[in-house]
């Protein structure tokens, strides 16, 4: 029997078993808009600035994919509360105000 670990906790999760992948999207989000107070002097340093970046930190900032295995019980625990928000954060309302109209 081969065995995987829950990337969270390590437990061991063997074949056949209840495992879970929680997979990540992290894409960049534009509207079209640019602040008015974006010159072309600032667009050029931005430009400069991505210029001295290697190309995978620039891939990361414009999309990354993650994947993790994990037991059921850190599945759970992720799944409950994804964003590590305080509990004071955790109502809907607080944390995308514009996302319940
Ligand atoms: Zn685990």
Do not use: W
Not at 36 to 45: K, P
Not at 67 to 87: G, H, I, M, Q, V
């Amino acid at each position: 029997m081969s065995y995987e670990h829950c990337a969270k906790c390590g437990k061991g999760l063997p074949s056949g078993g209840v495992k879970y992948i929680i997979s990540i999207n992290i894409i960049a989000d534009f509207d079209g808009i640019l602040p008015e107070m974006v010159d072309d002097e600032e667009i050029a340093r931005l430009l400069q600035e991505a210029e001295k970046m290697d190309q995978e930190t620039l891939e990361k900032e414009v999309h990354q994919e993650m994947a993790y295995l994990l037991c059921k019980p850190c599945r759970d625990t992720f799944a409950e509360n994804p964003l590590n928000l305080s509990l004071k954060s955790l109502s809907m309302e607080g944390i995308f105000p514009g996302l319940l109209q």
